[in-house]
Nanobody
Framework: QVQLVESGGGLVQVGGSLRLSCAAS????????VAWFRQAPGKEREFVAA????????YYSDSVRGRFTISREDAKNTVYLQMNSLKPEDTAVYYC?????????????????WGQGTQVTVSS
């Protein structure tokens, strides 16, 4: 089993940047595919980005492609989400999720482990 803790959220102005971190403990993180999801008030949780266990493959939603970058540093058991050119519609609670094995998914049901979330607020 793996435990996930997100950090790095906060308040930022439109056009600004933030880097979220997802720190894992409990198991070897390199054997997990990891994704970021987000949930805005009154909306369903939606896929943002994912990275394979090797780090060789990354996937993004259309709404963030070209602005967000997911990466991993297994030596630190950490996955990052670099968010640039932030927009008000990026405001949400951001969650890190993990699943053991090489398969990467874009739905919440495909992930077994979740963090508690970190709030990102983009003000105009």
């Amino acid at each position: 089993q793996v435990q996930l803790v997100e950090s790095g959220g906060g308040l930022v102005q439109v056009g600004g940047s933030l880097r979220l971190s997802c720190a894992a403990s409990g198991r070897t993180f390199s054997s997990y595919a990891v994704a970021w999801f987000r949930q805005a008030p009154g909306k369903e949780r939606e896929f943002v980005a994912a990275i394979s266990w090797s780090g060789g493959s990354t996937y993004y939603s259309d709404s963030v492609r070209g602005r967000f970058t997911i990466s991993r540093e297994d030596a630190k058991n950490t996955v990052y989400l670099q968010m640039n050119s932030l927009k008000p519609e990026d405001t949400a609670v951001y969650y890190c999720a993990a699943r053991e094995g090489p398969q990467v998914g874009a739905t919440t049901l495909q992930y077994d482990y979740w963090g508690q979330g970190t709030q990102v607020t983009v003000s105009s």
